[in-house]
């Protein structure tokens, strides 16, 4: 239940985060979440960071800090964006991704334990199914506690147009490619795929929204994708060290 309803609040905070950011600085500031993860990892896990992930981590703050100094684009901001507010809720995403994803790999690990002395059902689909059932209880009370008149009045299926159903099947398509990554990429490959994704948002941002990539935008993405290279290379202190 842990994991689920950190997830559950860590979308909400996505809905906030990009109704007041353009998708290219969410994109770069949500990285920040390997800073939390290492936090998260060396506290609850007792994990050791190597001195390759140390020098990631400072490339990564600093590529944050040059992020935030790009500007979207000349043309004024829309009344209903507040910048502020969004950074915040970018930085609650990093916070409780990296949280609920070492507390997820810290449960996953234990119960595997468990269930190979008791028989227990375990695997990566089964926590995955576990994941989603909760997370259908935390979010359906969640919709009813918060939106309970407009569900009564209009349906539950109220406003849930085409734009509704692509964002679900995209959100379930993630999901699974998540899981086929946690159970067949390697960290490098994890790597390749963070920095596609951050070059590909800033692109079609600059294409389809019109958003204006600064010099500064463009050295912080850098030193985030340099991040996370380094974060996630496994024998580059063999070579470099």
């Known amino acids: 239940m842990v994991p ?37 990892r060396a506290s609850l896990m007792g994990m050791r960071l190597r001195r390759s992930q ?8 600093t590529g944050v800090m040059l992020a935030q100094l790009h500007k979207s684009s000349n ?10 507010t969004g950074v915040l809720a970018t930085v609650g995403i990093a916070l409780f991704s990296g949280f609920a994803s070492v507390y997820t790999e810290k449960v996953i690990k234990r119960h595997k334990a468990v269930s190979t002395d008791e028989g227990v059902p ?14 259908l209880i935390i979010g359906g009370t969640w919709a009813l506690v918060t939106d309970w008149t407009p569900i ?18 995209n959100s379930a398509a993630g999901g699974l490619t998540v899981a086929a990554v946690l159970k067949y990429a390697d960290a490098v490959l994890k790597g390749y795929a963070t920095a596609i994704s951050v070059l590909l ?4 941002s600059m294409v389809l929204f019109g958003t204006e990539l600064s010099v500064e935008y463009a050295l912080g993405m850098t ?17 470099a060290w």
Not at 6 to 35: C, G, H, I, T, W
Not at 54 to 61: A, E, G, H, Y
Not at 75 to 84: D, G, L, M, N, V
């Open 54 to 61: 140390v020098v990631s981590l400072l490339l990564l703050t």
């Open 4 to 40: 689920a309803a950190v997830y559950n609040f860590q979308q909400m905070l996505e809905y906030v985060a990009l109704k007041n950011l353009d998708p290219a600085l969410f994109a770069v500031l949500v990285q920040s979440k390997l800073l939390t993860t290492a936090i998260f």
């Open 152 to 169: 009564t009045t209009k349906g539950l299926w109220y406003g849930f147009d085409y734009k509704a159903c692509i964002a679900a099947v």
């Open 75 to 84: 043309k004024p901001e829309r009344q209903s964006e507040h910048p502020t």
């Open 122 to 135: 375990s695997g990566l689909a089964y926590t995955q199914v576990q994941l989603a059932l909760t997370s």
């Open 201 to 204: 948002t800033g692109v079609l």
């Open 223 to 239: 030193n985030v994708l340099a991040a996370v290279f380094l974060y996630n290379a496994q024998d580059l202190e063999k070579h």
